[in-house]
């Protein structure tokens, strides 16, 4: 997400990242979106991005090794699925989840 399409209440949704090719525009299917961020969201966001030290407009919010490579998934996902199995969420019932959600957008 890069800072100059965060706002208060809202992102835009209007690039893409891929690892093979980088920061591309348009996500896919070409579904450009605003989405609305509730206000607790929107002030954790901006609270993250006064604590950057990259503040120019296309700069990342979630930056990596640079301003222009986002952290990578793996270590966010991790820390996640250990939480998950601290309150009780074990793998087979989060993979179960996952696959019900995917046959769900198959629909949508």
């Known amino acids: 997400m890069l800072r100059q ?19 591309k525009k348009g996500p896919k299917r070409s579904s450009e979106r605003q989405i609305p961020i509730p206000s607790k969201t929107s002030a954790a966001l901006a609270e993250l991005m006064s604590l950057s030290p ?32 601290n309150i009780g969420i074990l793998p087979e019932e989060r993979e179960k989840t996952k696959r019900d959600l995917s046959q769900l957008a198959l629909f949508l």
């Open 5 to 23: 399409y965060m706002h208060e209440k809202f992102v835009e949704v209007l690039y893409t990242w891929d690892r093979k090719y980088g920061l």
């Open 54 to 85: 990259f503040d120019e407009p296309m700069d990342l919010v979630f930056f990596g090794r640079d301003r222009h490579t986002p952290l990578h998934n793996e270590p966010i996902l991790k820390n996640l699925y250990r939480a998950f199995e």
